[in-house]
């Protein structure tokens, strides 16, 4: 009998991490759930695993793979970006730690070790993990190096979604398809309720919301995640030809560096390259100046407003009524950039008093997850027998749930945490 057990990412976004009996026992993902006030871990694992497979280097799904590593000695199976990608931020997870005094759960010891059992692997090259299971991966269109799983043994197949993306955005073309019919799926569900408003539509309004910005004398400033938002953003900005100096700073840079150096694998890799050498590189706190003296665009981490560069920037704008914070992604509680979307409020000075703002604010939805009916559509041509949802906050599920019952007609079933799921 084959199992799926939770270990994290069961009716919640984050620390994803399943474990598949599929003849042969694999580790799907390991990350952790960063919470304003602590990081969240998948459940402890102490089964005998065959190797475990990381589908994208988001920390939601990459994040604790160094821990892992403490005790196993299985191979670990990702792309090459994938791998790349994850080493940046788990370097970075070190330092974040011990800025915030904390302990490290692991040391770069320990991301060395990891290294040491990484096994990296192409999109669609079929590579056989043990006598009876194989591993392919396929592009899911989500970040750079992101990848749909799909593992066979004898007749059956399993595909684990991972993070993906059906429709085209500006850097991917869409998850490649090509694995046709599965039997089982596992899918993440992030927006298994709702749909997403047209894309295109969104990225010309945040343009035109740029560009006003600029020319009624403010800065139009753009919270972005380091690992693909920075880079789509800036492709986007670039591609419309925005009249003002656009500034990339934070982590996205060396997140970009990486974009360029596997290129390949970027739908438009020359637009790419050119909007990335377009844009103003900032190096260090004289260019942060720099971009502060005449009104300018700031693409920066992070995200959610907590930490990084985009601190000092918005305490700069935030009393300018020219100025605009443009929210480009999801805002977890209790984050800052959650505050200033729902309340309109942000940390001032040193004291961190909480203060209404005086720009304007507005968030626009670049999401790099599929809305309700792109999954659908994905699943339709997937068929599967059976699928098992994750990757989706508790009221979300049942909804999708009931989406696919009715226009599929395929039974689908809730992984919860720690418990254990068997399948034929
Ligand atoms: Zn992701
Ligand atoms: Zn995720």
Redesign the pocket.
């Known amino acids: 009998m084959n199992s799926l057990t939770g270990l994290g ?1 069961c009716r919640e ?2 620390r ?1 991490a399943f474990l598949l009996d599929f003849g042969e026992k694999f580790l799907l993902d390991f ?1 952790v759930k960063l919470n304003p006030l602590g990081i969240e871990y998948p459940l402890d694992i102490r089964e005998n695993i065959k190797a475990a497979i990381i589908s994208h280097a ?1 920390l ?2 990459s994040g604790f793979l160094p821990y892992f590593y403490k005790h196993s000695e299985c191979l670990s199976f990702m792309t090459q970006p994938t791998l790349e990608l994850a080493d940046i931020l788990w370097a970075d997870s070190i330092k974040i730690a011990e800025f915030e005094g904390m302990a490290p759960k692991y040391t770069k010891a320990e991301i060395e070790r990891t290294h040491k059992y990484n096994f990296v692997v192409p999109y669609k090259k079929k590579i056989n993990v043990s006598d009876e299971v194989s591993l392919e991966f396929f592009d899911a269109g989500h970040i750079l190096g992101s990848s749909l799983t799909k593992l066979t043994s004898g007749e059956k197949s399993f595909l684990y979604t ?2 993906f993306k059906l429709d085209e955005m500006q850097l991917h073309s869409g998850c490649d398809m090509s694995m046709g019919k599965v039997d089982y799926i596992m899918i ?1 569900s ?1 927006y298994g309720d709702r749909e997403h408003p047209n894309r295109k539509e969104v990225e010309r309004k945040l343009c035109e919301s740029v560009q006003d910005t600029v020319d009624r004398g403010g800065w139009a400033i753009i919270p972005a995640f380091a690992v693909g938002r920075s880079q789509e953003i800036v492709d986007i900005l670039t591609k419309y030809n925005i009249t003002a100096d656009i500034y990339l700073d934070g982590m996205g840079k060396k997140v970009a560096d990486l974009y360029l150096k596997h290129a390949n694998l970027i739908k438009d890799s020359k637009g790419l390259k050119s909007g990335l050498r377009q844009v103003k590189w900032i190096r260090g706190p004289g260019d942060r100046k720099k971009a502060l003296r005449k009104p300018s665009v700031i693409v920066t981490t992070s995200g959610m407003m907590k930490g990084g560069p985009v601190i000092g920037y918005v305490q700069k704008v935030m009393k300018d009524p020219n100025s605009k914070i443009h929210l480009s992604g999801y805002q977890a509680e209790a984050t800052p950039g959650r505050m200033l979307q729902e309340e309109g409020k942000l940390p001032y000075g040193i004291e961190e008093a909480i203060v209404k703002v005086n720009c304007q604010y507005e968030k626009y939805d670049l999401s790099a997850h599929p809305g309700q009916s792109e999954m659908i559509r994905a699943l339709k041509k997937w068929s599967p027998k059976k699928i098992f949802l994750v ?1 989706g906050d508790d009221k979300v599920l049942p909804l999708f749930q009931k989406r696919i019952s009715d226009e599929l007609g395929i039974k689908s079933e809730i992984l919860s945490l720690g418990s254990k799921i068997e399948f034929e």
Do not use: F, L, M, R
């Open positions: 990412g976004v984050g994803s990350g988001h939601d799904h991972g993070d993440e992030t990757h």
